[in-house]
């Protein structure tokens, strides 16, 4: 199949519908499709080492009303003018050509994404793109419980809920603020309304959390929950040091001690997450292994920033800001070129975890995870 051969990978000269190839094929070819049915992945979202980026991430705000230690700076962070920020509109015109060109899940996240009054507009915008197979949310939960049925019928698919400890007086050391049985509602009430499984992200820190790993593990026992283990990643202003990241493999070290019989589960080939699931119990967990077992090579994530920029790597500091491209009146067309040369400028892999700790990065909070 065309795409699938690297030599005409980059053939930027094709476009979607009628590919008339100038890259490995004489000039002005006209590739017939083998169906009708399948549309061919764009070449445009297509890097050089041929991993198609079907994943859009999408940061809706820089706002949030916690102050998680892991994500934001002690002393805050400047809030960039509401001006310079995507609007609504520029928002669904970039996720309509990102979606036209093969995207298939859109995350919604932020700062807190939920803060966002139109949030609902946006996801029912959003679902009328043909193609736009999953509309995901990552949110803190503090929200979330009395909008999750606009939420539901907007037409939001899945939900990740960011909890990272059971105890209450501990959440509000790690976020900074109240709040922690309006999460723990949100929790229920996503499962109640039907969304199976809720995943519950986790950011597991030494000396912060790191005794509560087999807590969550029994949350999962009666929950239809994945309770999703997130190494701790460094980004500007987060404090991180070697010592406080609990790697993957020594958080199931010591889950195996208390369950020997957790196994692992089938992932599909993007997944980041490893699961595992206790026999007999109802939910899974889940680990994200950014830090100790990277997932560079079928990585298929873009992320676009709240104020417009386009990054194709979490932790590589290389940006263009597409919001610029739109307000200078540019077509679809010029807006994919753009997409396309810094998708093809990706790297292989991110650094590893020493030099990203040392390399200037956004904060969390500005990225959206
Ligand atoms: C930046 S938040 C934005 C969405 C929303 N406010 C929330 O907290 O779910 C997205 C995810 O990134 C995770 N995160 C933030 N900083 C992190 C860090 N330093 N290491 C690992 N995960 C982090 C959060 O736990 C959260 O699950
Ligand atoms: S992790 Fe989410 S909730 Fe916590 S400060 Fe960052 S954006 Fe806010």
């Known amino acids: 199949y065309l795409t699938n051969r690297p030599q005409f990978v980059r053939a930027k000269n094709c476009v979607s519908d009628l590919m008339t190839c100038s890259v490995g094929a004489p000039q002005g070819t006209v590739l017939k499709r083998f169906s009708d049915n399948i549309k061919p992945f764009s070449a445009f979202l297509t890097d050089t080492f041929g991993r198609r980026h079907s994943y859009l991430r999408i940061s809706l705000t820089e706002k949030c009303n916690l102050r998680c230690q892991y994500c934001m700076p002690e002393d805050g962070v400047k809030l960039t003018p509401k001006a310079q920020l995507l609007s609504t509109a520029e928002i669904l015109t970039i996720a309509r050509l990102f979606v036209h060109e093969g995207v298939n899940k859109i995350r919604l996240t932020g700062g807190e994404p939920l803060i966002r009054p139109d949030v609902v507009d946006i996801i029912a915008e959003l679902r009328k793109l043909e193609g736009l197979k999953t509309i995901a949310v990552t949110t803190n939960g503090l929200n979330l419980a009395r909008s999750l049925p606009r939420l539901k019928q907007a037409g939001l698919s899945h939900i990740n809920i960011s909890l990272d400890t059971l105890v209450p007086a501990k959440f509000e050391f790690i976020v900074r603020r109240k709040g922690f049985h309006k999460v723990m509602e949100s929790i229920d009430k996503a499962i109640e309304i039907g969304y199976n499984p809720v995943k519950v992200n986790c950011v597991i820190m030494r000396g912060f959390n790191d005794d509560e790993v087999l807590d969550f593990v029994a949350l999962t026992e009666k929950k239809p929950v994945e309770v999703r283990f997130i190494e701790y990643m460094p980004f500007d202003g987060n404090k991180w040091n070697f010592k406080k990241m609990v790697s993957y493999q020594e958080m199931l070290d010591q889950i195996r001690q208390h369950w020997p019989d957790i196994g692992m589960l089938q992932t599909g080939p993007t997944d980041t997450s490893k699961t595992y699931q206790v026999p007999g119990f109802k939910g899974q967990v889940g680990f994200i292994t950014s830090m100790s077992e990277h997932f560079c090579g079928t990585c298929n994530r873009l992320r676009i920033t709240a104020d ?42 991110h650094a590893g975890m020493f030099n990203i700790s040392q390399m200037k990065n956004r904060p969390m909070i500005f990225i959206g995870g």
């Open 308 to 349: 417009g920029n386009l990054k194709v790597c979490l932790f590589g500091n290389t940006e263009v800001s597409l919001r610029d491209v739109i307000r200078s009146g540019a077509s679809d067309e010029e807006l994919l070129q753009i997409i396309g040369a810094a998708v093809g400028r990706k790297k292989k892999q």
